[in-house]
């Protein structure tokens, strides 16, 4: 399986697709994440990351696209995963159909998550991540058994600095106009699937498999 996880910040794609991960046993390839991590390991890749991502801005194509290529077509490519955070612009929608087929592979599905923008700056604003593990805390529907730490390693909890309102507010504008014509993109591909995010995330977990048990 070789999945999309297209949706506007704070719907939760991170979410769904750990939950999905598990279920198909094939990795979840969050390209948030890669970066997130490039920038705690102080790599030139984090540092130049880390100039667009406080803005809440786009990570340029060329970056993206790089590793992107390193991850899905390097010397050890996954045979399935669900990309979550990419692609985020037509040129990386493009790309990545252009890589599909030079390797001889496609694509089964882009699933969509859709939620009212009142709900994601609710979501956004709430979450807090573990400096330690990474494991992501929402403090209205999945707050941690003590206040401000990991229930998992006892790692400090904080709040993501693009996870502050203006930025917020800034990537939000960000998906509508750069990240939205994707939803058309793969509508005429015929391979968009359409789940409202609403609710908890096992319910909206069952909305997915029903959606991709569907022809
Ligand atoms: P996420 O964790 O998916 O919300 O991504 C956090 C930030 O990483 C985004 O706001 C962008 O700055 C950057 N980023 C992640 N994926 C991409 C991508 N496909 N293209 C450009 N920037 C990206």
Same mark, same amino acid.
């Given at each position: 399986?070789?999945?999309?996880?297209?949706?506007?910040? *704070?719907?939760?794609?991170?979410?769904?697709?750990?939950?999905?991960? @598990?279920?198909?046993?094939?990795?979840?390839?969050?390209?948030?994440?890669?970066?997130?991590?490039?920038? /705690?390991?102080?790599?030139?890749?984090?540092?130049?990351?880390?100039?667009?991502?406080?803005?809440?801005?786009?990570?340029?194509? +060329?970056?993206?696209?790089?590793?992107?290529?390193?991850? =899905? &077509?390097?010397?050890?490519?996954?045979? *399935?995963?669900?990309?979550? *955070? &990419?692609?985020?612009?037509? #040129?990386?929608?493009?790309?990545?159909?252009? =890589? &599909?087929? +030079?390797?001889?592979?496609?694509?089964?599905?882009?699933?969509?998550?859709?939620?009212?923008?009142?709900?994601?700056?609710? /979501?956004?604003?709430?979450?807090? #991540?573990?400096?330690?593990?990474?494991?992501?805390?929402?403090?209205?529907?999945?707050?941690?058994?003590? +206040?401000?730490?990991?229930?998992?390693?006892?790692?400090? =909890?904080?709040?993501?600095?693009?996870?502050?309102?203006?930025?917020?507010?800034?990537?939000?504008?960000?998906? @509508?106009?750069?990240?939205?014509?994707? #939803?058309? &993109?793969? @509508?005429?591909?015929?391979?968009? @699937?359409?789940?409202?995010?609403? *609710?908890?995330?096992? +319910?909206?977990? /069952?909305?997915?498999?029903?959606?991709?048990?569907?022809?």
């Amino acid at each position: 399986m070789k999945m999309i996880l297209l949706g506007p910040p *704070g719907v939760g794609k991170g979410t769904q697709a750990q939950i999905l991960s @598990k279920e198909y046993g094939i990795p979840q390839v969050s390209t948030g994440d890669i970066l997130r991590s490039a920038i /705690r390991a102080d790599s030139e890749l984090g540092k130049k990351a880390n100039h667009y991502m406080s803005k809440g801005e786009l990570v340029p194509d +060329e970056i993206m696209l790089g590793l992107v290529r390193d991850r =899905l &077509f390097g010397d050890h490519p996954p045979k *399935g995963y669900i990309l979550d *955070g &990419f692609p985020r612009t037509l #040129v990386q929608a493009e790309a990545l159909n252009q =890589l &599909f087929t +030079e390797n001889k592979t496609q694509l089964d599905a882009v699933l969509l998550l859709e939620a009212d923008e009142e709900l994601i700056l609710k /979501r956004l604003s709430s979450r807090r #991540v573990c400096r330690n593990c990474q494991t992501v805390y929402n403090l209205l529907t999945q707050p941690p058994a003590v +206040e401000g730490v990991c229930d998992k390693c006892g790692g400090e =909890l904080y709040q993501r600095e693009d996870d502050k309102i203006e930025t917020i507010k800034n990537r939000i504008s960000v998906y @509508k106009h750069q990240t939205k014509p994707l #939803v058309n &993109f793969y @509508k005429s591909m015929r391979l968009l @699937k359409t789940v409202n995010s609403s *609710g908890s995330p096992q +319910e909206v977990h /069952r909305k997915i498999i029903k959606q991709l048990e569907e022809k």
